[in-house]
């Protein structure tokens, strides 16, 4: 039988990774951290803290400011200085919580022993209570809150927990590296999770990361958790987007608009799964994380993965990896795929935070655009069946209905398109920018009904 991947589209970049060997390193504390209050899918946090107040390592200093949100802890101990805006990666200012590091004490509850915790607990509310009282969430980009997505809605059952171990995106090895260090704290989340979904798990890994493939089995095999593989997945970009690892290890396909629970799946990161171990067996809130600080054509010295904790300036975690190397031209936060360019390196880091990038300019610049040469490379390359030519041409035109008919909505803004077209014509740029307002007008429909919906009922009952 081959290796596992999904069933259409998909390119091949060099996987350039250059920091696989790298271990992971503890990254120093700086004397202030800045801890965004946005560092989630849905609504920003709301602060509980004020200039003035102590805090300690892992004490709640901000508040779900929705159903889809999250608790933010302080990752130092020290002085609250400011609660105010301030720039985020792309320049929009965010409300963070500024705090003065003074030494490193931690909330006493936290279990900071390296005791493996292999008991998995039998109650399911209080597994789902706990990860959402440690602000556990996706780790894999979405950073969706981990307690949203292990609860299925009413008439939707999990068949089938997968958990991604791919890191098919070029140069960041920080999820092969857990697996390599941490196996054992993964695959205990990964068990706590089932207990909560009642499903079986596949931890799924590209076939170019053979020592995670031997970690991770070693550990399932030791643990001995029911129902739980490891499956070997072909490399193939982007073999880790959510509905291309349903369609390659279920061979189910999520239609437009649907969601992976429809058809049964549930998918979280290895990074969100060390997270759950830590919250649920040791109490430990979503503070830290791992990323890999590497580039093309720099040294082997400034190339790293570091456990950091949210909070600290980019600025820092550049000096402390050795400055940024002359042959930079633009740093990305994220792999070179989907990652966004890192237009401020006083932005700070956040939960979701993967790598910081090198990237020169021979990387980075654009060739010349030129004509269509309707060749359909990039329909071929693209992993939603989309038609990026066509939608490109749509989106010139401003044909919004068109746009939406054609599913410009369901774009996952991997790059395949723009990485194919032989003429570099910027069609992720041009459909990016078309899904934002085929979006725009979808949800302004869906509260025009809501709105229509509440006047006929509030009608209805003024009648009686």
Same mark, same amino acid.
């Given at each position: 039988?081959?290796?596992? %991947?999904?069933?259409?589209?998909?390119?091949?970049?060099?996987?350039?990774?250059?920091?696989?060997?790298?271990?992971?390193?503890?990254?120093?504390?700086?004397?202030?951290?800045?801890?965004?209050?946005?560092?989630?899918?849905?609504?920003?946090?709301?602060?509980?803290? /004020?200039?003035?107040?102590?805090?300690?390592?892992?004490?709640?200093?901000?508040?779900?400011?929705?159903?889809?949100?999250?608790?933010?802890?302080?990752?130092?101990?020290?002085?609250?200085? /400011?609660?105010?805006?301030?720039?985020?990666?792309?320049?929009?200012?965010?409300?963070?919580?500024?705090?003065?590091?003074?030494?490193?004490?931690?909330?006493?509850?936290?279990?900071?022993?390296?005791?493996?915790?292999?008991?998995?607990?039998?109650?399911?509310?209080?597994?789902?209570?706990?990860?959402?009282?440690?602000?556990?969430?996706?780790?894999?980009?979405?950073?969706?809150?981990?307690?949203?997505?292990?609860?299925?809605?009413?008439?939707?059952?999990?068949?089938?927990?997968?958990?991604?171990?791919?890191?098919?995106?070029?140069?960041?090895?920080?999820?092969?590296?857990?697996?390599?260090?941490?196996?054992?704290?993964?695959?205990?989340?990964?068990?706590?999770?089932?207990?909560?979904?009642?499903?079986?798990?596949?931890?799924?890994?590209?076939?170019?990361?053979?020592?995670?493939?031997?970690?991770?089995?070693?550990?399932?095999?030791?643990?001995?958790?029911?129902?739980?593989?490891?499956?070997?997945?072909?490399?193939?970009?982007?073999?880790?987007?959510?509905?291309?690892?349903?369609?390659?290890?279920?061979?189910?396909?999520?239609?437009?608009?649907?969601?992976?629970?429809?058809?049964?799946?549930?998918?979280?990161?290895?990074?969100?799964?060390?997270?759950?171990?830590?919250?649920?067996?040791?109490?430990?809130?979503?503070?830290? @994380?791992?990323?890999?600080?590497?580039?093309?054509?720099?040294?082997?010295?400034?190339?790293? @993965?570091?456990?950091?904790?949210?909070?600290?300036?980019?600025?820092?975690?550049?000096?402390?990896?050795?400055?940024?190397?002359?042959?930079? /031209?633009?740093?990305?936060?994220?792999?070179?795929?989907?990652?966004?360019?890192?237009?401020?390196?006083?932005? %700070?880091?956040?939960?979701?935070?993967?790598?910081?990038?090198?990237?020169?300019?021979?990387? %980075?610049?654009?060739?010349?655009?030129?004509?269509?040469?309707?060749?359909?490379?990039?329909?071929?390359?693209?992993?939603?069946?989309?038609?990026?030519?066509?939608?490109?041409?749509?989106?010139?035109?401003?044909?919004?209905?068109?746009?939406?008919?054609?599913?410009?909505?369901?774009?996952?803004?991997?790059?395949?398109?723009?990485?194919?077209?032989?003429?570099?014509?910027?069609?992720?740029?041009?459909?990016?920018?078309?899904?934002?307002?085929?979006?725009?007008?979808?949800?302004?429909?869906?509260?025009?009904?809501?709105?229509?919906?509440?006047?006929?009922?509030?009608?209805?009952?003024?009648?009686?």
């Amino acid at each position: 039988m081959g290796k596992l %991947t999904f069933s259409m589209g998909g390119v091949h970049p060099n996987d350039s990774k250059y920091a696989r060997e790298c271990a992971i390193e503890e990254l120093p504390l700086p004397q202030t951290v800045y801890v965004s209050m946005a560092q989630h899918l849905g609504a920003p946090a709301k602060p509980l803290v /004020a200039p003035g107040d102590k805090v300690l390592v892992g004490q709640v200093i901000a508040e779900p400011g929705g159903f889809i949100s999250a608790f933010v802890h302080s990752p130092v101990s020290g002085t609250v200085k /400011a609660v105010a805006p301030r720039k985020d990666l792309a320049g929009n200012p965010v409300m963070h919580v500024e705090i003065a590091v003074e030494g490193d004490e931690w909330d006493p509850a936290i279990d900071r022993s390296k005791e493996l915790v292999t008991a998995i607990p039998d109650d399911k509310a209080a597994i789902l209570d706990k990860i959402k009282a440690c602000g556990v969430v996706g780790l894999g980009g979405a950073t969706f809150p981990t307690h949203v997505k292990l609860s299925p809605p009413p008439g939707k059952v999990a068949e089938c927990l997968i958990l991604n171990g791919t890191e098919c995106e070029p140069y960041l090895t920080s999820d092969h590296r857990i697996m390599i260090e941490r196996p054992k704290e993964i695959v205990i989340g990964a068990a706590i999770m089932q207990k909560v979904l009642g499903c079986p798990c596949v931890i799924g890994i590209e076939e170019n990361k053979p020592e995670a493939i031997a970690s991770m089995r070693a550990a399932v095999a030791e643990l001995g958790y029911p129902n739980m593989e490891v499956k070997v997945l072909k490399k193939r970009y982007p073999q880790g987007g959510e509905k291309q690892l349903i369609d390659a290890v279920m061979h189910r396909q999520v239609k437009s608009g649907g969601l992976p629970i429809d058809v049964g799946a549930v998918v979280q990161n290895v990074a969100t799964s060390l997270a759950v171990y830590e919250a649920v067996q040791k109490n430990k809130p979503l503070i830290t @994380n791992v990323l890999t600080v590497t580039g093309n054509k720099i040294p082997g010295n400034l190339q790293h @993965n570091y456990l950091f904790r949210i909070g600290v300036p980019l600025s820092f975690v550049v000096e402390q990896a050795g400055g940024v190397p002359d042959t930079a /031209a633009k740093l990305i936060s994220g792999g070179p795929m989907m990652g966004k360019a890192i237009s401020n390196l006083d932005a %700070t880091t956040v939960k979701g935070s993967s790598s910081v990038l090198y990237l020169s300019d021979e990387d %980075t610049r654009r060739k010349p655009e030129t004509n269509c040469i309707r060749c359909g490379k990039c329909a071929d390359a693209c992993p939603m069946g989309l038609e990026p030519f066509l939608l490109n041409r749509l989106y010139k035109a401003g044909d919004l209905d068109a746009l939406e008919a054609n599913a410009a909505q369901d774009c996952i803004e991997c790059g395949c398109c723009l990485y194919s077209c032989p003429a570099c014509i910027p069609l992720l740029d041009h459909i990016r920018q078309a899904k934002g307002q085929v979006m725009g007008v979808i949800r302004a429909r869906a509260a025009a009904a809501k709105a229509a919906a509440e006047a006929a009922k509030a009608a209805a009952e003024a009648k009686k």
